[in-house]
């Protein structure tokens, strides 16, 4: 190397290290500066303006950051594993205070960006909806508290409290084939916003559960809304003023849901006009009926009562087109007594009867009660109840045990027993209502002697 060339490198050595150091100042202060301004208007700005702000500062910030970090908002669960933070202590000097807001904050590298923002992110916001509605406190609503009227000014015509019966159609006694294709039914159901969209329909279902008391029609009502994860509005119709009280109540019921009407037979007189107009009256009768009928049923202006036509436009009509899925249930023990017009498809889609019950049912209540699948037992009531009938309540009481000393063999005995004293009992009616057909041709015998 010759001397001259000597000062070239150290020259470069000294404005190199300059350059840099320079630099890194300036971007340094920038940043300062940002930071210094942002705190200020942080403090003094309105909020849009700090938005604004904030959404630059962080675009600047991440151009020299590799990790990018983003807030999910309301996010509730764990399976981010993200860090959560609060957004109040940094702002408590603002103005304008804003309510407090959890969020977990998510921090990867730039390259997996793609897959954050489009797969990750939608699987999370899937994720999260799952949870809510799971975690979502369900309610039972009922329109038949005394003073329910009373808060309709402005506020809901409904009270409630949460909703935790714990039937589930596992526990429910009933035939496994049945039971599956119910299940079933109503997760389609759940599942079909777009199939109803695109068949013009509202999402909605009706059915209609009908059998003897203590037949489990509640109980399933039950096991329908754990399902399903839905709310339960009890609407009980006799409390309801008139029609157009009746509107307000379907109006304002809630997406995911289920709207009861039990014992519908004896909520009010459906029957009336329908069955009298099949029997082709004379003028007179004509006349009694129309009295009967404007009895019944009043016309809506004088207010006093729900008719069958306006129950009809509603399970039809203006409620049902507010959109979201609405399961509507009726309940009856006298399924002839009701309108066809009432539970003719479309309007109750699905018609199930609850009946007495099966062996199959017995062995549910079983393993539910006493938890036992078998027993020695077993084979005598199978046999008595194929020769008689009994209710699933009533096999309830039996099973289940009403001291620490009822064991299974116990609780198994008393339904035995109970069962010989019905076939007994139904035999001695038989042979009764024999007796009484055979009276008259007796008497007849008699006499022609
Ligand atoms: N199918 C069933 N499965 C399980 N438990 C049942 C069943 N049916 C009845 N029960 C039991 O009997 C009790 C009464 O049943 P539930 O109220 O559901 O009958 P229901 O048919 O609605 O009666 P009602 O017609 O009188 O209203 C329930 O609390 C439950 O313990």
Same mark, same amino acid.
């Given at each position: ?279 082709? /009256?004379? &003028? #007179? ?5 129309? =009295?009967? *009928?404007?009895?019944? @049923?009043?016309?809506? !202006? ?101 001291? /620490?000393? &009822? #064991? ?5 005995? =008393?339904? *035995?027993?109970?069962? @010989?004293?019905?076939? !007994? ?25």
């Amino acid at each position: 190397m010759t001397p001259k060339m000597m000062p070239m490198p150290n020259m470069m050595a000294r404005m190199m290290p300059m350059t840099m150091v320079e630099m890194w100042t300036t971007v340094g202060s920038t940043i300062a500066s940002v930071m210094f301004f942002g705190a200020i208007i942080r403090q003094y700005c309105p909020y849009e303006v700090r938005r604004f702000f904030d959404k630059y500062t962080n675009n600047l910030m991440s151009f020299f950051n590799p990790y990018i970090r983003i807030a999910i908002h309301e996010f509730t669960g764990s399976q981010a594993r993200a860090h959560k933070t609060s957004s109040s202590s940094s702002r408590s000097m603002s103005l304008y205070p804003e309510p407090e807001r959890r969020f977990y904050r998510l921090t990867f590298h730039k390259r997996y960006r793609e897959m954050i923002t489009e797969d990750y992110l939608e699987h999370v916001v899937t994720k999260g909806k799952q949870v809510k509605a799971k975690n979502r406190q369900r309610k039972l609503y009922t329109n038949s508290s005394p003073n329910y009227r009373y808060s309709s000014h402005g506020q809901s015509m409904w009270s409630h409290i949460p909703f935790e019966h714990p039937a589930t159609f596992e526990t429910l006694a009933m035939e496994p084939e049945i039971k599956q294709e119910i299940m079933e039914d109503l997760l389609t159901f759940r599942e079909g916003k777009d199939y109803y969209a695109s068949i013009g329909k509202a999402w909605k279902r009706g059915y209609l559960l009908y059998g003897p008391p203590g037949t489990g029609k509640s109980t399933m009502i039950a096991a329908m809304a754990n399902l399903l994860n839905y709310h339960v509005y009890d609407l009980e119709l006799t409390a309801v003023k008139d029609n157009s009280e009746l509107k307000k109540l379907l109006i304002e019921t809630t997406s995911k849901s289920i709207i009861v009407m039990e014992d519908i037979d004896c909520s009010l007189d459906l029957t009336g006009e329908r069955k009298k107009k099949e029997e082709k /009256p004379s &003028e #007179d009768e004509k006349e009694k009926v129309k =009295k009967e *009928i404007s009895r019944r @049923e009043p016309k809506e !202006e004088s207010g006093s009562k729900v008719t069958l036509s306006g129950l009809l436009n509603f399970i039809d009509g203006l409620w049902s087109s507010s959109g979201g899925e609405r399961l509507i249930v009726f309940t009856t023990n006298h399924v002839e007594k009701l309108d066809p017009a009432l539970i003719r498809r479309g309007r109750m889609d699905k018609h199930i009867e609850l009946s007495y019950c099966s062996f199959e049912g017995f062995k549910v209540l079983a393993k539910n009660y006493l938890r036992i699948e078998a027993h020695p037992m077993f084979d005598s009531i199978e046999q008595l109840m194929k020769e008689t009938k009994i209710t699933p309540a009533d096999i309830a009481e039996y099973l289940m045990p009403k001291s /620490p000393r &009822e #064991d299974a063999e116990k609780c198994l005995s =008393k339904l *035995i027993r109970a069962l @010989e004293e019905a076939k !007994e009992k139904a035999a001695k009616e038989r042979a009764d209502e024999e007796t009484e057909d055979n009276e008259p041709a007796k008497r007849d015998a008699l006499s022609e002697d």
